[in-house]
């Protein structure tokens, strides 16, 4: 089930098209004071980040959020395991991996005692995708 306030952030920014610095302070600090606590919240999340424009300050906020989710909420703490990173792996996938999307895999690589090889077969598709492009631009 996804909090009240965060369904009403995310019909916010669709409405409007835009994540503004105040939305991000209030997600971080009102909407989300504990933090992610489900993967249904990092899906939705993860969703707007693909169809809304944003201030500078989202990604950074929704990575700390991701990473903090998956890293550390999740047993065992510290550790990616096999669901998670498969789970996770194609969530960011979806539309092909964003900036956002890299940015919460390599943190997650940083931040994690162990990270189980779905995630980072995803990242070494982003890197190839993005070799591809620059090849054809």
Same mark, same amino acid.
């Given at each position: 089930?996804?909090?009240?306030?965060?369904?009403?952030?995310?019909?916010?920014?669709?409405?409007?098209?835009?994540?503004?610095?105040?939305?991000?302070?209030?997600?971080?600090?009102?909407?989300?004071?504990?933090?992610?606590? /489900?993967?249904?919240?990092?899906? &939705?999340? =993860?969703? %707007? +980040?693909?169809? !809304?424009?944003?201030? @500078? /300050?989202?990604?950074?906020?929704? &990575?700390? =959020?991701? %990473? +903090?989710?998956? !890293?550390?909420?999740? @047993?065992?703490?510290?550790?990616?395991?096999?669901?998670?990173?498969?789970?996770?792996?194609?969530?960011?996938?979806?539309?092909?991996?964003?900036?956002?999307?890299?940015?919460?895999?390599?943190?997650?690589?940083?931040?994690?005692?162990?990270?189980?090889?779905?995630?980072?077969?995803?990242?070494?598709?982003?890197?190839?995708?993005?070799?591809?492009?620059?090849?054809?631009?």
């Amino acid at each position: 089930m996804l909090r009240d306030s965060l369904r009403e952030f995310v019909d916010v920014a669709a409405e409007q098209n835009f994540i503004s610095s105040d939305a991000v302070k209030a997600l971080s600090g009102e909407i989300l004071p504990d933090g992610i606590l /489900s993967r249904l919240e990092v899906e &939705t999340l =993860l969703a %707007v +980040d693909r169809i !809304v424009e944003a201030d @500078e /300050s989202w990604g950074g906020a929704l &990575t700390r =959020l991701v %990473v +903090d989710f998956v !890293v550390w909420k999740r @047993e065992p703490h510290g550790v990616v395991s096999s669901d998670d990173a498969l789970w996770l792996a194609t969530v960011l996938e979806v539309s092909g991996p964003s900036r956002n999307a890299m940015n919460i895999a390599y943190a997650i690589l940083d931040e994690a005692g162990y990270v189980d090889v779905a995630l980072l077969d995803f990242i070494m598709r982003g890197r190839q995708r993005a070799r591809m492009s620059l090849m054809a631009a």
